[in-house]
DNA sequence: GGGCGCATGTAATGAGTTACATGATTGA
DNA sequence: TCAATCATGTAACTCATTACATGCGCCC
């Protein structure tokens, strides 16, 4: 939740900013640092101002539906920066979903296993090839930072995972037991 | 939920337990990998129980409280096996907590910056460092990969954030603006 | 006799998602 | 005329967490 926070807050400091506005950013470019939904960052910004830490004014544009411009208050000044302090000096230890599988790889003959691997493979590398084509420099700011973080990520987790399937693959040719190597130390 | 799902299944797979010997484990043994907490598990099993994925025999030791053993059924077998294929062979993409402050960088003065990454990186290390003095070899079963995979994350991540810092720095001596550098990119 | 370990949960709460509602405008 | 875009949300639901309840046995 203060990440989503965190997020809105920013955003709104740099520009002053209707919810569809940020909404659409959010979905366009961001999709890759966060997941949050629509209806979750509008009440979010209901709270926000009911806080006090932004401000908003209606505005109309012709016919079209009434917007709500949300601007940053002093006191949400505050609260953004306690926050993005709080976040850039820990680092939450992540859990990452697909390492379940990896616990109970043996359960499957190894040829599956194998072909398994090679499709969770195959989606790493379109995900770092996505990212790649990115056109850098979104806007002024650091959001590049951000998407060389998951880039680089993604580059370790597919050197891994390609080195898994070697070893698993010359397990396969000398015996015919199931999967799992004996987890020789990565490094 | 299907991890979860798929790891209580996994763990009763190799063997009939009930809830407090499989949250024991997962406490001691699975934190890096999982973050279920007991009522969570608990309310897991029973539902688990009544879809028939899994059955349950009351045992009494002494004058101790009643223990619920569960033992996975055939049925349980097969929804097993689907989740395990289904999370080995696809790649979610992560969504990184941390990654929202990077965006933001440039909001601090880069001395502070500095300082905060500093720690971040410092607590990373100390990750690293908690995983390598794990005995390894835990049980028959394949936690030391997933417990490998982590190890590997969390080094990118150190090479990366040591990285980052430094280029911050070289930044520091030269201009006295604010933090966010042009994101050489990673390799 | 006081606290920890064993073993099960329940109740209240919270955060977030999905699916839906509304209603005008613009382009094919 | 039909669909998409603009712009806001609400309602129902799911998932998970926190805090609490219970009660016996064991050890210091």
Chains 1, 2 share one sequence.
Do not use: C
């Not at 209606?58 to 306690?82: C, H």
Request: hydrophobic share 45%.
């Amino acid at each position: 939740m203060d990440e989503r926070t965190l997020l809105l807050l920013g955003m709104l400091r740099i520009e002053s900013q209707h919810g569809y506005q940020l909404n659409e950013f959010i979905e366009h470019n961001l999709a890759r640092v966060t997941d949050m939904k629509k209806p979750t960052a509008y009440a979010l910004l209901d709270r926000l101002e009911q806080s006090g830490a932004i401000a908003s004014r209606l505005e109309q544009e012709g016919n079209r539906p009434p917007r709500k411009v949300y601007a940053i208050t002093e006191q949400g000044r505050q609260l953004f920066l306690r926050l993005l302090r709080e976040t850039l000096s820990s680092a939450e230890p992540y859990v990452i979903a697909g390492d379940v599988g990896l616990m109970f790889l043996d359960a499957l003959p190894l040829d599956e296993a194998l072909k398994l691997l090679e499709q969770r493979l195959a989606e790493v590398r379109a995900q770092v090839a996505a990212i790649e084509k990115v056109p850098a420099h979104h806007l002024g700011l650091g959001i590049d930072l951000a998407i060389e973080h998951q880039a680089v990520l993604l580059r370790a987790d597919d050197a891994w995972l390609t080195q898994l399937i070697e070893r698993l693959q010359t397990r396969q040719s000398t015996s015919s037991t199931p999967a799992a190597p004996s987890a020789a130390n990565g490094q």
